[in-house]
Antibody, heavy 117, light 107 residues
């Protein structure tokens, strides 16, 4: 079955760069896309971006200058990289497999990232 | 970017009551609309996709509908396990956008 697992640093300093890895199983990254979604404490869901099965990407307009999504298909891993972090980037970061109608279908458990000065 | 206006922001209802949550899209998104339920400390769970299709394992008391650019999630008979926060998501075009969420509580 499909499994998604996010791993990240836990704590990052302001102005630094965040790297979060999503390791997937149960499907091929060349066949299905992966979404990234984040949720700040006590706030709603924010769609961040997507890497499609063909490797192309789309990003949230407000984040696109700082955000990059890439992958290593041989390792079944997708990477989220975001630079110039601020405290309001503190959030749980989720990856999710793209399913029917291109929506996030199977979600990981999420990884909490705290940005601190 | 497409805006999704979700209402109400919060809702208090009794067991067995009918509950309706709506999302208004800022432009035509066809049936590219999904609904999610999120419980505290958990990942969102898919309820409805394609505006009206029930996801696997979701109880039949949940249903989705569309009228033009307005989308609704209906819970026909509220149960205790339905308490949580509900979000709509448009996947018609990138960037995808979520509604702000509806917090559903028991009265």
């Amino acid at each position: 079955q499909v499994q998604m697992k996010e791993t990240g640093p836990g704590l990052v300093q302001t102005t630094q760069t965040l790297s979060v890895t999503c390791t997937v199983s149960g499907f091929s990254l060349t066949s299905y896309g992966v979404h990234w979604v984040r949720q700040a404490p006590g706030k709603g869901l924010e769609w961040m971006g997507i890497i499609w099965g063909d490797g192309s990407t789309n990003y949230n307009s407000a984040l696109k200058s700082r955000l990059s999504i890439s992958r290593d298909t041989s390792k079944s891993q997708v990477f989220l990289t975001m630079n110039s972090l601020q405290t309001d980037d503190t959030a749980v970061y989720y990856c999710a497999e793209m399913g029917l109608w291109d929506i996030p279908y199977y979600w990981g458990q999420g990884v909490m990232v705290t940005v601190s000065s | 970017d497409i805006q999704m206006t979700q209402s109400p922001a919060s809702l208090s209802a009794s067991l067995e009551e009918i509950v309706t949550i709506t999302c208004q899209a800022s432009q035509d998104i066809g049936n590219w609309l999904a609904w999610y339920q999120q419980k505290p400390g958990k990942s969102p769970q898919l309820l409805i996709y394609g505006a009206t299709s029930l996801a696997d394992g979701v109880p039949s008391r949940f249903s989705g509908s569309r009228s033009g650019t307005q989308y609704s999630l209906k819970i026909s008979r509220l149960q205790v396990e339905d308490i949580g926060i509900y979000y709509c998501l448009q996947a018609y075009s990138a960037p995808n956008t979520f509604g702000a969420g509806t917090k559903l509580e028991l009265k």
